[in-house]
């Protein structure tokens, strides 16, 4: 058990030293640097820039310096805004992008594996068949095109609901359920096939001929046991939705950490997209470990094949 | 008894008579064997579904190809008399805020779409075919760092690394080229389909037909080729029918990010991204057109692989 943590850990900090690799090549592979273009400078002002960010070293030299200060904590300036540094807009945005988020998955959550159940309970009936319409629409429309949806059907219908910002929960409310759709509906689907294999078990016809009620044996037995494929998948989903605010953010106008990477990405404001990417990486892998070490202690098949091993 | 015949010699031939016809046939197979395939596509005819995603997919690509001939427009082609008009019998789907036409725009930009999604599944199955399978062909301890790089490669987000790849390898405003945005996206890709073609050949190298092979003297390299990966097929075509909407759909969001292709030319993602202005000025067709049709393909390839799954589960098999 612990051995496989230990393994699982190591993994992920070569994932993610790798991504950090990847990206800082990638940024510094562009030709040009980012001041060339900004009007006529004079000569000694361009080679204060370059030092100010410690261009003017050889690449090697830079790698090393961002991987120590990374190891700070540190992501550097912003190459773009004077006055806020990356770690500023990460924790400016990254709040905001949180709640979002955890709004987001907490719809999902609660209506994805409902439905997917329902269907599973009713297959070939009226539930079965709406709950699946709703995923098929889910997995097929990006969220994107969600968002302008509800923008246009909703937000300018209902006036108590805004077409953008933040501040208060109603701002929240079509972005998180844009965001959601997705893995809302794949969630469903997984449901679905999971529960129909565990209604066909043995020990669902042995708790029912047993007397159980129907709504208990759903719950205490097949629910139970259906939903731990859910929470297999349940990093990838998360991943999703990280990734999927960033196109929500841009569309609902939400000063988020997606719309600060975004910007970064126009602006091409390279210590920003490195900075943004490598954090969005760490949450995403952290996130990824987390739900592989909770899903050892949720099913106990697992730790018995973990420790035979 | 007289009746009864004491010795083989007591037989005369006239107690014989020849067989009937029909007798003779009695142990033939009458209806012809089903094979794989048909037997395959038999199972997907009956998923009505999985056939209106295939309808779908058939005429998306017919019109791909001819859409932009069916009427007189071109993509590229402006009328500032005519911006923002919205779909009549002339502009069928109306036009842009630059008065190109619509009809045509869609049809090259799924067009575009289509030959992404159709490029990024071939790759990623080659690529992860022949990774998959050295894989599986190889020693245990190559298998094993092999297996390991997949894993790390894997848990680099798709999307993030598409998005700073076009980043990196396109210049500003001069859009992001077909080259870097297939490699973008293969780059993690191919992995789940290396992942799938090892496991079966691990399963399958130990087959009865794989050992005959063997004992023939045929080499590793031929009954991977010709015995394993041949019967892997399925699943791989699962694979690859979930990877295309997979790549359409990463390279809509990177159209819709502003990192698609350079201007005139569009994609499907694009146009939904040049017509987000529009909704404020109630011009919302403009990219409520180009996103039926990114969730109509999304929607056929999806229904599709998993008519297809369904088809080849031996499970469901009868």
């Known amino acids: 058990m612990s051995r496989y943590l230990l393994k699982r850990t190591i993994m992920s900090i070569i994932t993610l030293w790798t ?12 030709p040009g640097d980012p001041f060339r273009k900004e009007g006529k400078m004079p000569v000694s002002v361009y080679e204060n820039l370059l030092k100010k960010y410690g261009l003017d070293r050889p690449l090697s030299e830079q790698y090393v310096i961002y991987l120590k200060n990374l190891l700070k904590g540190d992501f550097g300036d912003s190459m773009k805004s004077k006055v806020e540094t990356v770690n500023d807009m990460i924790r400016r945005g990254f709040p905001v992008s949180a709640y979002l988020g955890l709004e987001a998955l907490l719809i999902a959550l609660v209506f994805g594996p409902a439905l997917g159940a329902l269907a599973a309970l009713y297959q070939n009936k009226l539930p079965d068949y709406i709950s699946m319409i709703i995923a098929i629409i889910g997995i097929s429309v990006p969220s994107f095109i969600m968002g302008t949806v509800l923008i246009q059907f909703v937000a300018k219908n209902v006036s108590w609901i805004p077409i953008g910002g933040w501040g208060e929960f109603r701002h929240t409310i079509l972005p998180a359920i844009a965001l959601s759709l997705m ?18 078990q043995d020990y669902i016809k042995t708790a029912t001929s047993k007397g159980i ?23 990838t989903l998360i991943s999703n939705l990280l990734v999927g605010s960033f196109v929500i953010e841009k569309i609902f106008g939400i000063p988020g950490l997606g719309k600060f990477f975004v910007q970064s990405i126009n602006n091409r404001d390279y210590t920003l997209i490195m900075g943004t990417t490598i954090f969005y990486a760490i949450i995403l892998i952290v996130l990824l470990l987390l739900v592989d070490v909770a899903y050892i202690f949720i099913d106990p098949r697992i730790k018995l094949t973990k420790e035979g091993r | 008894m007289d009746n009864n015949l004491s010795s083989i010699k007591d037989l005369s031939p006239d107690l014989f008579q020849p067989a009937l016809k029909e007798d003779r046939d009695s142990d033939r197979i009458r209806r012809p064997s089903i094979k794989y395939w048909p037997d395959v596509w038999r199972r997907l005819k009956q998923n009505r579904l999985a056939m209106v995603g295939l309808s779908i997919i058939i005429i998306m690509l017919f019109m791909s190809i001819f859409g932009p001939l069916f009427n007189k427009f071109s993509y590229y ?36 779409s289509l030959i992404i999604g159709v490029l990024a599944a071939t790759i990623d199955f080659i ?3 022949i990774y998959g399978g ?26 993030l690394i598409v998005i700073l790849l076009s980043v990196a390898f396109s210049s500003e405003g001069a859009g992001t080229s077909m080259f870097v945005l297939i ?20 399963q399958l190298k130990e087959s009865e037909y794989s050992l005959a092979a063997e004992s023939l003297g045929a080499s590793k390299g031929w009954i991977l080729r010709k015995h394993i990966i041949p019967n892997t097929m399925g699943p791989i075509l699962v694979n690859i029918t979930l990877t295309i909407p997979r790549a359409i759909f990463a390279e809509a969001t990177l159209g819709f990010l502003g990192l698609g292709f350079q201007a005139p030319r569009s994609s499907l993602g694009s146009l939904a991204n040049d017509g987000l202005a529009g909704i404020a000025v109630g011009n919302a067709y403009q990219i409520i057109i180009p996103a039926l049709f990114i969730s109509l393909i999304m929607f056929a390839f999806n229904v599709l692989g998993d008519g297809l799954r369904d088809a080849l589960d031996p499970r469901l098999r009868k």
């Open chain 1, 19 to 30: 991504i950090v690799t990847i990206t800082f090549f990638l940024m510094h592979s562009i």
């Open chain 1, 183 to 200: 893995p809302l509906a794949y969630m469903a689907r997984l449901m679905r096939s999971s529960m129909l294999e565990v209604l066909n």
């Open chain 1, 213 to 235: 009620s129907k709504s208990a044996v759903i719950l205490k037995h097949a629910v139970r046991n259906a939903i731990l494929p859910i929470i297999s998948v349940l990093g």
């Open chain 2, 77 to 112: 082609e402006q009328n500032y008399d005519l911006i923002n008009n919205h779909p009549d019998t002339v502009h069928w789907f109306g036009t842009d805020e630059l008065g190109r036409d619509l009809f045509t725009r869609v049809w090259f930009g799924a067009r575009y």
């Open chain 2, 127 to 129: 690529i992860g075919v």
């Open chain 2, 134 to 159: 050295l894989s599986g062909m190889a020693t245990r301890r190559i298998d094993n760092i092999m297996m390991r790089i997949a894993e790390v490669v894997y848990s680099i987000p798709y999307l």
């Open chain 2, 183 to 202: 490699l973008a996206m293969t780059l993690t890709d191919w992995v789940p389909m290396a992942i799938l073609v090892r496991g079966q050949v691990l």
